[in-house]
């Protein structure tokens, strides 16, 4: 046998082996990457196996379409005997098919809207509150930005693509991440999330009063709430002067740019406006000046506990006259803010007077250093007569 | 019969007090010599202040609590709520920095007078040692407070040790108890600073002065002539040298209430290990070894800044010429005012180093090697 068919008998024994062990091997091994994913999923914790959702071999299996993915999942998700050793709620997919994801799929067999596994993944999927999760408060923006980001996909449904961009410009998304504030508000916070739907002109209040409940109770006692219930477009409640993805802290400086909206020829209107502003950045002036004042003190060992505490109040009255503005109600303005005066005086007049004792103790040197340096007279004087 | 006649009574039925009356009478009556002046007072001052640091140690102790959690909250305590907490703060604090200066001036005193030769070198060494525990002891204790400023010029003095060759890493885990400074760290200072430390210089000033009244104070006269100070002829030290003290104790009592009252120990802001403040420095002590090892690599630095201290070690041992006098050493004069020179100068360039200074209406950013780079309008927000 010559050294070419030796190597070819060789090759031919390898080959048999090879596939002989591949037809013993469960079809999960042969999915690396998928293996890969899956391990260390909540899937994968909880116990599930590759067969558990895919029915056939996935080498041979089609993709499934997003229906049959979305009933897919239902079969565990909506078992209250499986959810409930996680605590899992099991209205998922109902809530879904409200949504508007839901009905463009369920509906109109709309294959672009994003199913269970476009947001929460495939094989990966992880619980929610893992920071490396999709669906994490830090990461769901970027999630839904995959599709409302997607210019030419949102023109198809005549929606804007900017709105992620947007959110990330606002206040919110700097609390959740630039500050790792996940109680701060993302995209599903007001869109929701399996129930995706977004709010109405009128709902939009009700929305953000889930969080800011005592502006959203003054705003139903304004004016601006008659005008916002009367409809026809006129006051979209907390949009009208906050905006909405890119909502910006709030600030007095809020009102020269949404009051002049609707009131520009309005000087009566205006005049209430200039007279808030007034009101609430006076108290905001009082309340830094004397912070700083306080801080200052504190740090060179004063003791100011008594006047923390009388800061901490003022910040209560100043965050008070920034909500009740949205009442517009100037007898109600007035006297919060000159309580919020009261106590900026009264913490200013106690850092005077600890100022006052710090100046007692350096006129307190004058006789200290009378006595030390009669004392230093003294006791030249005596060496002096000693040494004469 | 006045209650003094009894007690001694009572005592000498039990104990030699004659002996004792005899030792004690002829250490304060001791003759000084005649050279002796303001300048020798500086030991005592020093001594006086050592005491000063132990006694409102002792009383901050009361209240002080050493742990991340309430350190700073038990200094503010002191400070605003303790019954003169700060004034008992301030001069523990003030008064550190005074006895620094003190030994410092007492240092250079024996240096420029001689006074280190022959036989006294050990009391010199012992002086150095002296030295180097007073500043140990300003170094530990300026963590203790907990503020911003301690904690991050300790990270800051910590990671110097860290330069060491072979057991650098190892020295720095010791002295922080970890990787960072931490509550670990903290307990460390706060052991050393009032249980070994305060031992420590207590053994060694008793040395030094056991030593001093044994060889007495050193004159100008080269060694090897010096001759006993015959009767009538010295200083007494009491009352003469102690009624000179007591005029300098005065004025040191008075600069420091002037400085507690005018330039009050600041309480600061609580550490934070995740907020690095900007122009972290050490103490004006360290600030000219802190200048020095910017310009070089970290080992080499640190080599470089360890030369002054073993040359002052051992100095005794190097200059051993019979002469005392100044003017008749002049190389040693010249040694001892570059070194002054240098320390200033470089002291100088720490404290303005990482500032901005206006010069002849200009603003200049200082380097971190006290380099000036000015800025310009834009930098300096007023481009229009």
């Given at each position: 046998m010559n050294a070419a068919r030796r190597i070819m008998l060789a090759g031919a024994l390898c080959w048999s082996a090879a596939t002989a062990f591949a037809a013993d091997t469960p079809w999960t091994d042969k999915c690396t990457e998928q293996t890969r994913l899956f391990t260390g999923s909540a899937h994968q914790a909880a116990g599930l196996k590759c067969e558990d959702c895919h029915t056939a071999d996935p080498k041979t299996q089609t993709a499934k379409?997003?229906?049959?993915?979305?009933?897919?999942?239902?079969?565990?998700?909506?078992?209250?005997?499986?959810?409930?050793?996680?605590?899992?709620?099991?209205?998922?997919?109902?809530?879904?098919?409200?949504?508007?994801?839901?009905?463009?799929?369920?509906?109109?067999?709309?294959?672009?809207?994003?199913?269970?596994?476009?947001?929460?993944?495939?094989?990966?999927?992880?619980?929610?509150?893992?920071?490396?999760?999709?669906?994490?408060?830090?990461?769901?923006?970027?999630?839904?930005?995959?599709?409302?980001?997607?210019?030419?996909?949102?023109?198809?449904?005549?929606?804007?693509?900017?709105?992620?961009?947007?959110?990330?410009?606002?206040?919110?998304?700097?609390?959740?991440?630039?500050?790792?504030?996940?109680?701060?508000?993302?995209?599903?916070?007001?869109?929701g999330n399996h129930g995706a739907m977004p709010p109405g002109t009128k709902e939009v209040g009700q929305v953000c009063g889930k969080c800011h409940v005592r502006q959203r109770e003054l705003f139903e006692k304004s004016p601006h709430a008659e005008a916002a219930a009367a409809g026809a477009g006129l006051f979209s409640e907390c949009v009208s002067c906050h905006g909405n993805h890119a909502i910006q802290k709030a600030s007095p400086e809020l009102f020269q740019t949404s009051c002049i909206q609707c009131h520009a020829k309005d000087p009566k209107q205006l005049a209430v406006r200039t007279a808030t502003v007034g009101l609430i950045r006076a108290a905001m002036y009082g309340y830094s000046q004397a912070t700083t004042q306080v801080q200052a003190a504190t740090i060179r060992g004063l003791p100011t506990d008594d006047d923390q505490l009388l800061l901490q109040e003022v910040k209560t009255q100043v965050t008070q006259l920034e909500a009740l503005q949205h009442t517009l109600a100037m007898e109600q303005l007035k006297p919060i803010a000159a309580h919020a005066d009261d106590l900026v005086r009264q913490t200013q007049a106690d850092i005077a007077g600890l100022e006052k004792l710090e100046w007692w103790k350096?006129?307190?040197?004058?006789?200290?250093?009378?006595?030390?340096?009669?004392?230093?007279?003294?006791?030249?004087?005596?060496?002096?007569?000693?040494?004469? | 019969m006045s209650i003094y006649p009894k007690i001694r009574l009572w005592l000498n039925d039990r104990y030699d007090v004659a002996t004792v009356e005899q030792f004690v009478d002829s250490q304060i009556?001791?003759?000084?010599?005649?050279?002796?002046?303001?300048?020798?007072?500086?030991?005592?001052?020093?001594?006086?202040?050592?005491?000063?640091?132990?006694?409102?140690?002792?009383?901050?102790?009361?209240?002080?609590?050493?742990?991340?959690?309430?350190?700073?909250?038990?200094?503010?305590?002191?400070?605003?709520?303790?019954?003169?907490?700060?004034?008992?703060?301030?001069?523990?604090?003030?008064?550190?920095?005074?006895?620094?200066?003190?030994?410092?001036?007492?240092?250079?005193?024996?240096?420029?007078?001689?006074?280190?030769?022959?036989?006294?070198?050990?009391?010199?060494?012992?002086?150095?040692?002296?030295?180097?525990?007073?500043?140990?002891?300003?170094?530990?204790?300026?963590?203790?407070?907990?503020?911003?400023?301690?904690?991050?010029?300790?990270?800051?003095?910590?990671e110097i040790t860290g330069a060491i060759p072979w057991a650098g890493q190892y020295l720095k885990t010791l002295l922080r108890g970890g990787e960072g400074v931490s509550g670990e760290t903290l307990a460390r200072f706060y052991v050393l600073h009032v249980?070994?430390?305060?031992?420590?210089?207590?053994?060694?000033?008793?040395?030094?002065?056991?030593?001093?009244?044994?060889?007495?104070?050193?004159?100008?006269?080269?060694?090897?002539?010096?001759?006993?100070?015959?009767?009538?002829?010295?200083?007494?030290?009491?009352?003469?040298?102690?009624?000179?003290?007591?005029?300098?104790?005065?004025?040191?009592?008075?600069?420091?209430?002037?400085?507690?009252?005018?330039?009050?120990?600041?309480?600061?802001?609580?550490?934070?290990?995740?907020?690095?403040?900007?122009?972290?420095?050490?103490?004006?002590?360290?600030?000219?070894?802190?200048?020095?090892?910017?310009?070089?690599?970290?080992?080499?630095?640190?080599?470089?800044?360890?030369?002054?201290?073993?040359?002052?070690?051992?100095?005794?041992f190097i200059d051993r010429s019979p002469e005392r006098n100044p003017h008749r050493r002049l190389w040693a004069l010249g040694i001892g005012v570059v070194a002054l020179v240098a320390a200033l100068v470089f002291g100088l360039l720490g404290y303005i180093s990482e500032t901005t200074i206006t010069w002849r209406g200009e603003k200049y950013e200082l380097d971190v090697y006290a380099k000036p780079h000015k800025v310009c309008p834009a930098e300096n927000g007023n481009a229009h």
């Open positions: 379409d997003k229906q049959t993915i979305a009933e897919s999942c239902a079969k565990c998700h909506a078992d209250v005997r499986k959810m409930n050793p996680y605590g899992l709620p099991t209205d998922q997919l109902e809530s879904y098919k409200t949504s508007k994801h839901g009905e463009a799929l369920f509906s109109k067999g709309d294959q672009r809207v994003a199913v269970c596994t476009d947001c929460h993944g495939t094989h990966d999927i992880l619980k929610v509150r893992s920071p490396e999760a999709r669906t994490h408060p830090s990461n769901i923006t970027d999630t839904c930005g995959r599709c409302h980001s997607n210019e030419k996909l949102m023109s198809q449904y005549k929606l804007p693509s900017d709105v992620v961009a947007k959110y990330k410009t606002s206040y919110h998304a700097h609390l959740v991440l630039k500050k790792g504030d996940f109680s701060a508000p993302t995209c599903v916070t007001c869109h350096r006129r307190g040197l004058i006789p200290v250093w009378a006595f030390l340096l009669s004392m230093a007279a003294l006791f030249w004087a005596k060496r002096k007569q000693l040494e004469s | 009556h001791k003759p000084l010599p005649k050279e002796t002046g303001f300048w020798h007072t500086f030991g005592s001052l020093s001594l006086f202040l050592f005491v000063n640091q132990i006694v409102t140690g002792v009383l901050l102790m009361i209240y002080y609590r050493p742990t991340t959690n309430t350190a700073f909250e038990s200094v503010r305590y002191i400070m605003t709520k303790a019954h003169f907490g700060w004034l008992i703060r301030g001069l523990h604090a003030w008064g550190a920095t005074l006895m620094i200066l003190c030994v410092l001036i007492h240092m250079a005193r024996t240096f420029f007078m001689g006074a280190y030769k022959k036989p006294r070198e050990l009391t010199w060494v012992l002086g150095v040692a002296i030295f180097g525990c007073t500043v140990t002891f300003g170094f530990t204790g300026y963590l203790l407070p907990w503020n911003q400023l301690s904690y991050w010029a300790t990270t800051v003095g910590t249980v070994i430390l305060p031992w420590a210089l207590t053994g060694l000033i008793a040395t030094h002065l056991f030593l001093m009244r044994v060889q007495g104070l050193a004159t100008m006269v080269r060694f090897g002539e010096e001759k006993p100070i015959e009767k009538g002829h010295g200083v007494p030290f009491f009352p003469h040298h102690v009624l000179k003290e007591g005029v300098i104790f005065c004025l040191l009592i008075g600069a420091l209430v002037t400085l507690i009252v005018l330039l009050p120990v600041e309480l600061g802001e609580k550490a934070d290990p995740f907020v690095t403040p900007e122009g972290i420095k050490p103490e004006w002590y360290f600030l000219s070894t802190y200048q020095l090892l910017k310009y070089f690599p970290k080992t080499i630095g640190l080599f470089v800044s360890l030369i002054p201290q073993v040359l002052l070690l051992l100095w005794p």
